[in-house]
């Protein structure tokens, strides 16, 4: 057993913390990411929910644990096959990788915003998606399209999650606490913004997540409102008018904001449906059994890790490739 190869598709990071394990059981892990670089969404994150945390500070720490580890960027993988002996990986570059197992760690998409259309991303320049607004974070400078800072941001949650009319009718789990972070840090990087976040339910289930909720109200003065937004359209000042229904108190309200942020939820990423493995009703991969082998496919010497089998937390992507290195090794043992 010692020393053999194992494929880990996918460098963010499920697939670098995959790696290390599995490098700690003593196998060989080859990681194989269709990026430049590795890291995943992740490394393209600001600050991370509950404590704030750099998002880089993660990644430092897991590339520092990967170190030495082979890899091959710029390489997707199209086709997964495996006889019962070994998996073979081909690229779309014509690419072929063999290994004694694989883990499928293959994250999520982002939802298209240009699919709702009514809330006009893709049309009005100050109409932009939570990975837009970590972007201007990560940066430094959140502006508007003119350069000014805005005044007024309205959040909007769950866009591309729980909707049926885009076939996207799963929670993506981490959409609520993320706007509840991106509110505070609005207000922090730009003194008297005034943040209104617009939700269908706020589910705030984890560790300090409640917490972060109350703070964001009593400390940076973000206001909540439950209901959906129907319609976002443009002024000819380049704001955004929004028509909303509070169905808190049944009435429909008008604002104007300079900026609107759409919280797109994740998606199931092309190959769940090219690698001939089961998938959910969610699109994404399936697991051999959803409560005593989430990380083992239905395929054998397949296995499964972090969202490619669904939305997941940081916290539970790091905890389930640690234990798909375990399970490996014990599969292989026998």
């Known amino acids: ?166 076939g996207q009718n799963h929670c993506s789990k981490v959409c609520c606490i993320t706007g509840i972070k991106q509110a505070i840090e609005l207000t922090e990087a730009v003194p008297g913004v005034q943040v209104t976040n617009f939700y269908m339910d706020l589910r705030a289930f984890g560790n300090g997540y409640e ?17 959906r937004i129907s319609e976002a359209g443009e002024t000819i000042d380049k704001r955004i008018q929004l028509k909303v229904e509070d169905t808190l108190v049944g009435r429909p309200l008008r604002m104007t904001v300079d900026m609107l942020v759409l919280l797109v939820g994740m998606r199931a990423p092309k190959c769940c449906s090219t690698f001939g493995l089961p998938t959910q009703a969610n699109g994404f991969f399936a697991p051999r059994d959803p409560y005593t082998q989430t990380v083992a496919s239905t395929t054998p010497g397949i296995y499964l890790a972090g969202t490619a089998t669904g939305p997941k937390t940081i916290g539970e992507t790091i905890n389930e490739a640690v234990a798909v290195a375990r399970r490996i090794r014990m599969d292989l043992k026998k």
């Open 1 to 166: 057993m010692t020393q053999e190869r194992i494929l880990v598709i996918g460098g963010g990071i499920a697939g670098l913390q995959a790696a290390a394990a599995l490098r700690e059981e003593g196998f060989r892990p080859l990681i194989i990411e269709k990026s430049p670089a590795t890291g995943g969404h992740v490394a393209r994150w600001d600050r991370l929910f509950p404590t704030q945390l750099h998002a880089r500070e993660v990644i430092d720490t897991l590339s520092t644990a990967t170190d030495g580890i082979e890899s091959a960027t710029g390489q997707e993988i199209v086709s997964l096959q495996s006889d019962g002996t070994g998996v073979t990986a081909l690229s779309a570059t014509g690419e072929r990788f063999e290994g004694r197992a694989a883990v499928v760690a293959t994250g999520f998409d982002l939802f298209d915003a240009r699919l709702k259309e009514e809330y006009g991303y893709g049309m009005y320049e100050n109409v932009i998606t939570s990975a837009e607004l970590e972007a201007m974070f990560r940066d430094g400078k959140v502006t508007m399209r003119n350069g000014e800072a805005p005044k007024r941001v309205a959040i909007l949650h769950c866009v591309g999650s729980r909707d049926e009319k885009v």
């Open 211 to 227: 917490e972060l909720y109350r703070r964001s109200q009593i400390e940076n003065g973000v206001t909540y409102v439950r209901g």
